[in-house]
């Protein structure tokens, strides 16, 4: 059965916006886009700016549980793992489940349509295997799968808990002993996904920190044989960098190039404190980068050099990383403003940048490469933004202005709450405003109960 949208506005290839856009899907996919069309009878009338589904690159859903509770007092990056760690030792399949389904819906009123889960709460929190090896992310599908979103589940390889260190405390609920045993652990998770269309499995070498240049080849290749994502943490700290100088005499970007970790499908996580020679590598590789912002300066770790990764010919992504803010719009123009601020420059990254860093190219970093666009053949998803309330009133094209004047009003005026509905995959997630859950924020908060 086929379904009409009539968008007011919408986001349409090569980068461009275009009036009165009627959409027509069939079994999940766009099969026919026509701008400068009167909405016909019985078509969906969307008002206000339509957009392809959104990317959320880079999450760890059990995060959500630290907002508003680690954000105030002196401390750095450090200080906040160690919240961060008491938090992971309390959660099991059932807890992490509810709590994640929460979550994933929150992203979807936020207009994600899929997210990358950056995975590593593994096992029990005393480091022994559930009967099922791989039961915790098993509930990770489950939960995205009822929150409306398609699921890029990125299992990470994490052996170590600092360059020589071993795994302590609940660390061990991370580790799989070695890359050989992670891998065939992830090879039956894997196994399990292999037809599902909503769902990706990849790989993520958490680090340097914790996986040895001896073990990241073994992840490397997993990735490369199973054509899938494979996304690593790089260069989020200075201490991070000084600590492999010391101990492998080259830069993290390097020592993951040695191993063959960027690959076409790759992804570097936060890049911030890169050098020239860390950029030339991503770009030549063509690896994404995904920026973390709200993450990133809420643990003050710095700004990447995304406009010089992005001239390098890296692909630039976003991701709501630790959930102090799930925004996607918030991401995508602090990725500008903030290189503002560090380089005394306006329009380092264009709306055409933003919005492609927000949907195509995050989409393609997490497996979903028919995702991003509102073209024929693509999936059909659609996120239409109000264009006329509190915050965006005003910023809608008037007659004889420039139809782009939506976008840029989209990205630098908008937030999740202007998002009203949120097609996934043809299936209607989001509808003036409300999940098909129902309380999101109900459900947001009896999850948290039951962890605290």
């Not at 891998?183 to 769902?199: F, N």
């Not at 201490?239 to 101990?247: K, L, M, R, S, V």
């Amino acid at each position: 059965m086929s379904e009409r949208y009539h968008c007011q506005w919408a986001w349409l290839p090569p980068g461009r916006v275009a009036a009165d856009v009627l959409l027509t899907a069939s079994d999940g996919r766009l099969t026919a886009v026509e701008p400068g069309v009167a909405r016909p009878p019985g078509a969906h009338a969307r008002p206000g700016l339509t957009l392809p589904g959104l990317a959320n690159a880079h999450s760890h859903a059990f995060h959500r549980a630290l907002r508003g509770r680690t954000h105030t007092g002196r401390g750095s990056f450090w200080a906040w793992r160690e919240a961060m760690y008491a938090l992971a030792g309390r959660l099991d399949p059932d807890t992490y489940g509810a709590l994640a389904r929460a979550v994933f819906a929150e992203m979807a009123l936020a207009g994600f349509t899929s997210v990358g889960e950056f995975h590593y709460l593994h096992h029990g929190a005393d480091g022994r295997r559930y009967d099922d090896a791989n039961a915790v992310g098993h509930a990770l599908v489950a939960a995205a799968r009822e929150a409306g979103v398609r699921l890029c589940l990125l299992d990470a390889c994490y052996l170590t808990g600092g360059i020589g260190a071993p795994l302590e405390g609940v660390q061990r609920r991370f580790g799989d002993g070695d890359a050989e045993r992670w891998s065939a652990r992830v090879d039956d998770l894997a196994a399990v996904y292999r037809d599902a269309g909503d769902v990706v499995v990849g790989a993520a070498a958490h680090s340097v920190r914790a996986v040895p240049p001896g073990q990241l080849p073994t992840v490397a290749a997993w990735a490369r044989a199973a054509g899938a994502p494979l996304h690593a943490h790089l260069s989020e700290q200075p201490a991070e960098n000084a600590a492999c100088q010391q101990a492998y005499g080259a830069s993290p970007t390097t020592v993951l190039a040695e191993a063959g970790v960027w690959q076409e499908r790759a992804t570097a996580v936060h890049a911030i404190h890169l050098d020239a020679v860390d950029v030339a590598v991503l770009g030549a590789a063509g690896a994404h980068a995904c920026l973390c912002p709200t993450t990133e300066r809420d643990l003050a770790d710095g700004v990447a050099p995304a406009a010089a990764l992005r001239r390098a010919g890296a692909r630039l992504t976003l991701g709501t990383d630790s959930h102090a803010h799930i925004d996607g719009f918030e991401e995508a123009r602090a990725a500008e403003l903030d290189l503002r601020l560090v380089t005394g420059e306006r329009g380092s990254l264009d709306r055409g940048d933003l919005l492609t860093a927000l949907t195509a190219d995050g989409q393609a970093s997490l497996g979903f490469d028919d995702a991003g666009a509102l073209a024929v053949g693509a999936r059909a998803d659609l996120v239409t933004v109000r264009l006329d309330s509190v915050r965006t009133a005003g910023v809608a094209p008037g007659p004889g202005e420039p139809a782009d004047l939506a976008a840029d009003g989209a990205l630098f005026a908008a937030s999740a709450a202007d998002v009203t509905d949120v097609t996934v995959d043809g299936r209607a997630v989001v509808t003036g405003g409300r999940h098909v859950l129902g309380d999101v924020a109900g459900l947001l908060t009896a999850a948290l109960e039951d962890l605290r």
